[in-house]
């Protein structure tokens, strides 16, 4: 296994870290867009919900929207999250499941990978329990 140098692991660990900026960055815009209660109607209606029912569904669509895209975004910082400990650790550039080596090309491109496409194929390959 070869293992990357002090100085790759810390090219590593500024790269999480900026990538992990960035995407705290992006979740705190997104959540200072998204309405904290449901939004009034501009007609001066008190009802924090729309009366027709094609405007509900949209409602609905863009909430959930909202919900799956902050889930995404919690997902992504805890990956970033979890490549930052696996440098503390000594195990970052080793795929989780064969533990060989990962190529610098793959590692630039996403920092935070832990299984290689051969071994994911193969998991993907496996019954769901």
């Known amino acids: 296994m070869a293992a990357l140098d002090p100085q790759e692991l810390a090219y590593f660990e500024k790269l999480l870290k900026e990538r992990r900026a ?3 960055s992006a979740a705190e815009e997104g959540e200072s867009v998204r309405p904290k209660e449901a939004p009034k109607e501009s007609s001066g209606d008190l009802s924090a919900y729309s009366v027709h029912m094609p405007d509900q569904g949209t409602d609905a669509m863009e909430r959930e929207l909202e919900f799956l895209l902050a889930a995404r975004d919690e997902k992504y910082i805890r990956h970033l999250d979890e490549a930052l400990q ?3 650790d000594g195990t970052f550039g080793i795929w989780r499941t064969c533990n060989k080596p990962i190529s ?3 590692l630039e491109a996403v920092p935070n990978a832990t299984e290689c496409i051969a071994c994911k194929s193969q998991r993907d390959k496996l019954p769901r329990r």
């Open 22 to 24: 960035k995407a705290l």
């Open 86 to 88: 696996r440098i503390k």
């Open 104 to 106: 610098r090309a793959r």
